[in-house]
């Protein structure tokens, strides 16, 4: 059956090309093109948005995304296997799709940002999408260049980055991401849903940047973070200890007795605030 966009399935279109999937670059398809324009509209109306894409592989997410109107999607994929499919889509909609190949973690980001307004949807590589997440989150000029982030990560990893406090999954990564973000949890995916499947459920998350996140500098939000999450059943007086222990807990309003993962973001930010 041919698809809404006219484009071949893109099962036809994996098969032609050749593109067995490989583990090393975390290749798991998503050929459901109902699914993929589910993962698309998480991130709103995208007339006159430009989205950024890692790893289109096949292109299911790209077209969606096309389809639903975006004015340009800028895809990096480190596959060069993919790029013939995803030139029969850039050919399908002119001027609307340019793809850099090349490993997403060694791109300039926010040099890739034009005029107008910039989304970024992917279903990540599981082997680097923490980080993509982490380095779209640190730098400090804030907000940031993008105006929202539609990724899909592994449950697991999704459920650590909308974790607040005294959530079994609150840990640094939630701490970065209710810093700077409105994190929410939109939908999961089961492994069945991607070719071939995965071996646990997939998640998809949807992050805002906060206009005005707490005054705080990254470098110390992370060394308090990472003292205080090293240990995580510790104390805080003893897993501060190298960074003042109770004299700088005090200096912040924070009873030494408590451990990390009781401690809400503002708290940590006062932590980081008072080192
Ligand atoms: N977007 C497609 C989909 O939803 O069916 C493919 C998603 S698949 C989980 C991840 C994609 O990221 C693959 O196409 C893979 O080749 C690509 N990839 C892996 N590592 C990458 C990297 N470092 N930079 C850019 N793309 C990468």
């Not at 993919?82 to 030139?87: E, I, K, N, R, V």
């Not at 090349?102 to 923490?130: E, W």
Request: net charge neutral; aromatic share 6%; hydrophobic share 45%.
């Amino acid at each position: 059956m041919a698809a809404l966009d006219g484009l071949p399935p893109l099962r036809e279109v994996i098969q032609r090309h050749g593109l067995d999937a490989r583990k090393a670059l975390g290749q798991n398809f998503l050929l459901d093109l109902n699914l993929t324009q589910k993962i698309a509209r998480t991130a709103g109306p995208l007339d006159g948005v430009t989205v950024i894409e890692v790893g289109p592989g096949p292109g299911g997410l790209t077209r969606a995304i096309l389809a639903l109107g975006a004015r340009k999607v800028i895809a990096i994929e480190r596959d060069s296997r993919c790029l013939p499919a995803l030139a029969e889509i850039a050919q399908h909609y002119p001027d609307r799709l340019e793809v850099i190949e090349g490993d997403a973690l060694k791109v300039d980001f926010s040099s890739l940002a034009t005029d107008g307004p910039v989304r970024i949807i992917a279903n990540l590589p599981y082997n680097v999408g923490t980080q993509l997440l982490v380095n779209w989150l640190l730098p400090e000029r804030w907000p940031p260049f993008w105006e929202s982030l539609t990724l899909m990560f592994q449950k697991e990893v999704g459920e650590r980055i909308v974790a607040t406090e005294n959530d079994d999954a609150y840990g640094r990564l939630g701490v970065l991401c209710g810093w700077r973000t409105d994190a929410r949890m939109a939908f999961d995916v089961p492994p069945q849903a991607f070719t071939p499947p995965p071996k646990v459920t997939s998640s998809v998350v949807h992050l805002l940047p906060r206009a005005t996140p707490i005054p705080c500098a990254v470098d110390k939000l992370e060394k308090v973070t990472l003292a205080a999450f090293g240990q995580r059943r510790k104390m805080l007086r003893q897993s501060l200890k190298s960074l003042g222990g109770e004299t700088l807990l005090l200096k912040a309003g924070i009873e030494p007795s408590r451990r990390a993962e009781t401690l809400s973001v503002e708290e940590f930010c006062r932590l980081a605030n008072a080192l």
